[in-house]
C-alpha cells in the first residue's frame, strides 16, 4: 500500500481541517442527518443555511492555510454525507475523481477484483491503468458470491457496486465484504444507485463508500461533484488521511460552489429517493405487462429500473426518441425522470444488452410518467 510521501503544501493536520463529526445527530435517522448534518453552531445572529465560501487563501495561522486543502463550504457538505453514511467523508471533484482516490491506494502492480458490469467509467479507468502495468483486474459476476471471493484471493483490493449500473444486479454486501477482508484486501463500494437512504455499505464493514455525487446526492442534474466515506475507526482515519493528502496532492478538488448546490440538493434526498422508488415500483409493475417490453430490470427497492425493448436497439432507440416528459439523456438521480440506451455509449461495457433502456425515476407524477412512456413504447 502506498501513497505519495507527505510533501502537501501544509502540515498533515492541515490536509484533514475540521471533520464536523455532527455527533449529536448519533441516533437520528437519515431523513433527520440529511437535513440538519452541517448546520451551523446556534450562534444569535449566525446564518442558518451553510455560508458558500469562495477563496483561494486564509489569513495566517488558521487550521487551513491554502484551499486546495480545505473550505469551510467542503466542511458542511462532507459532515452531511459522514452523518448519512455512518463515517469520514471526502469530497471530490467527480465520482470518478473519488474512484480514481482509491485506486491510489492500491500499490503498484497490484490485484483489483471488480465487477464485469460495473459502471462504464469505472471499468474504463481500470482498463486504462492494466494497459499501463499499473495494476491487474480480475472481472467478476457480482452476483456469483463464491465466484468473487474465489477472485479475491491474492488481491489489494475488493471493488463492488451494488446496484450495478445499469444492470441492476445486487451484491451480497455483508458476504463478498467478509471475503475480501478475509483474503487481505481493502473492500470499496459504489453506492451511487442505492444512496445512503436505501443502503449504508460502512454498517456492511465496508472500507470505503464513493459516490457519484452527481447523481441523487445532488439531485438536480446541475453539477458533477463526488465523494469517498470511511468508517470512524484508527484505520479508518487512516485512510482518509491518504484520500486527502491525494485530494491535495492530486488537486482532485471540488469547487466551492458545485459543492454548495450539492449540500443544498442533499437537503432533500430522503423525500426525492422516497417519492421516485415509490414511482419506480408502480412503473416496474406496468412495464411488466407492456408488450414492447422483454424484460424488466428491477432489484425491488430503488428509483433505477432498466428494461429490454422485444424490438432490439432500433426499437429501443425509437423509445427513447419518443418521449416528452422523460428526458433522453445520459445520467441519472436527478428530480427529471430521464432515459438512455446505454449501448449508444462507445465505452459501455459489453455485458449491457443492446436493447437495453434503463430509466431513471424522477419525482414528477407517477400517473404522467407511466402515460408519456407507455405512449412512447406502443411505438417501439
Ligand atoms: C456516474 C457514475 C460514476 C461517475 O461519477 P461522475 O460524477 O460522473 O464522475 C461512478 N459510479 C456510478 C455508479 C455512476 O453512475
Not at 480545505?70 to 463515517?87: C, D, M, Q, R, V
Amino acid at each position: 500500500m502506498h501513497d505519495e510521501p507527505d510533501h502537501s503544501p501544509t502540515s498533515s493536520t492541515d490536509a484533514a481541517p475540521r471533520h464536523g463529526s455532527d455527533q449529536w445527530l448519533d441516533g437520528l435517522s437519515p431523513a433527520t442527518r440529511v437535513v440538519a448534518g452541517g448546520r451551523e453552531p446556534r450562534v444569535p445572529g449566525g446564518s442558518v443555511g451553510s455560508p458558500l465560501v469562495h477563496t483561494s487563501t486564509y489569513h495566517a495561522d488558521g487550521d487551513v492555510v491554502y484551499a486546495r486543502s480545505g473550505n469551510p463550504t467542503w466542511t458542511a457538505f462532507e459532515a452531511t454525507l459522514g452523518s448519512l453514511e455512518g463515517g469520514l467523508a471526502t469530497a471530490f471533484a467527480s465520482g470518478l475523481a473519488a474512484v480514481d482516490a482509491v485506486l491510489s491506494l492500491v500499490p503498484l502492480g497490484g490485484v483489483v477484483v471488480a465487477p464485469a458490469s460495473a459502471y462504464n467509467g469505472v471499468v474504463g479507468t481500470l482498463d486504462h491503468r492494466a494497459v499501463r502495468g499499473e495494476l491487474t483486474v480480475r472481472y467478476v459476476d457480482v452476483t456469483d458470491t463464491a465466484a468473487v471471493s474465489a477472485a479475491c484471493e491474492g488481491a489489494d483490493l475488493l471493488w463492488l457496486e451494488s446496484p450495478t449500473n445499469p444492470l441492476l444486479e445486487v451484491a451480497d454486501l455483508p458476504a463478498l465484504t467478509r471475503s475480501g477482508h478475509r483474503a487481505g484486501a481493502l473492500v470499496a463500494c459504489d453506492n451511487t444507485f442505492a444512496t445512503p437512504i436505501l443502503q449504508r455499505p460502512l454498517e456492511d464493514g465496508v472500507d470505503v463508500v464513493v459516490h457519484s455525487v452527481t447523481k441523487y446526492l445532488a439531485g438536480h442534474s446541475d453539477v458533477i461533484l463526488g465523494a469517498c466515506v470511511t468508517g470512524t475507526g484508527d484505520t479508518a482515519a487512516d485512510l482518509t488521511e491518504r484520500l486527502r493528502v491525494h485530494r491535495t496532492l492530486r488537486g482532485a478538488i471540488p469547487g466551492p460552489a458545485e459543492t454548495w448546490l450539492a449540500l443544498r440538493g442533499m437537503r432533500t434526498l430522503a423525500l426525492r429517493v422516497e417519492r421516485a422508488a415509490a414511482t419506480a415500483a408502480f412503473l416496474a409493475g406496468r412495464l411488466r405487462d407492456h408488450p414492447a417490453v422483454e424484460r424488466v430490470r428491477y432489484p425491488g427497492w430503488g428509483a433505477m429500473v432498466s428494461i429490454e425493448i422485444a424490438g432490439g436497439p432500433e426499437a429501443a432507440d425509437r423509445v427513447c426518441g419518443a418521449t416528452d416528459l422523460w428526458v433522453h439523456s445520459t445520467s441519472l438521480g436527478g428530480v427529471e425522470s430521464q432515459l438512455e440506451r446505454r449501448r449508444r455509449i462507445p465505452l459501455e461495457p459489453t455485458t449491457t444488452p443492446e436493447n437495453l433502456i434503463r430509466l431513471s425515476v424522477g419525482i414528477e407524477d407517477p400517473v404522467d410518467l407511466w402515460s408519456d412512456l407507455s405512449r412512447a413504447l406502443d411505438l417501439a
